[in-house]
């Protein structure tokens, strides 16, 4: 099965960066995913990384140690609107039908 | 628009109640995936469909049921309502072979039981 660990909140300034952290188990790796969840709204897809490193998308960017079992979001320039809960998300062993996600972090910008 | 249409946005019923919840994946998608997120909690996933065959289960109660019908919507049947099964139900949607992308949600139905 898939197990993800995830803080459940944090605090960051409007304007700085802040790292939201993942870790996980899974029995045969096919993928890490982080979404965006606005409350009582639908998830929207941020990123998928397959491979290990660092991937940019504009202020967002994911990390992926698979050997660590480890994954980070980063995201800069922070925004007001970024107040959100941030999911990671695996997918099963049979591909990425069945995707376990995380509680999530539910990150607060202030001013 | 993620273009996965579900209804209604809002119900509300009484304990011991049926409600039927309605799902349109994004157009050219084979596979639904239905999950329920109650209050401050993760999605669990409840069950998937490919193509009008269920594919995968998750921690689904007996008292609820899907299925995806030959145009591909899918409906999720939930019976015999208690107050615990107030809850944000998503539907998602993907092509069978898609990747990088994950899932498509839809808007979610906010069921509430009363």
């Known amino acids: 099965g898939q197990n993800i660990d995830q803080p459940t909140e944090m605090t960051a300034t409007e304007g700085a960066i802040v790292q939201i952290n993942c870790t996980y188990q899974?029995?045969?790796?096919?993928?890490l995913f982080w979404y965006q969840q606005h409350a009582g709204e639908a998830p929207t897809f941020l990123s998928y990384n397959v491979l290990d490193g660092l991937e940019e998308k504009g202020r967002f960017s994911s990390f992926l140690s698979r050997s660590k079992g480890y994954s980070y979001l980063l995201l800069k320039e922070l925004q007001m609107k970024d107040s959100a809960s941030y999911l990671c998300a695996v997918p099963g062993s049979g591909g990425y039908q069945k995707v376990t996600f995380g509680t999530g972090t539910k990150l607060q910008v202030i001013p | 628009d993620s273009g996965v249409t579900q209804t209604p946005k809002h119900l509300i019923t009484a304990t011991g109640q049926r409600v039927t919840l309605r799902c349109s994946p994004r157009?050219?998608?084979?596979?639904v995936y239905w999950y329920q997120q109650s209050l401050d909690q993760g999605l669990q996933f409840l069950i998937q469909y490919y193509n009008g065959e269920e594919r995968a289960k998750g921690n689904i109660l007996e008292r609820f049921s899907a299925q995806q019908f030959p145009d591909l919507h899918s409906e999720l049947n939930l019976s015999s309502l208690e107050l615990g099964d107030s809850a944000l139900y998503f539907c998602a949607s993907s092509v069978q072979d898609s990747n990088n992308y994950g899932y498509t949600f839809g808007s979610g139905t906010r069921l509430t039981v009363v």
């Open positions: 899974t029995s045969g790796f096919n993928g």
């Open positions: 157009s050219g998608d084979l596979s």
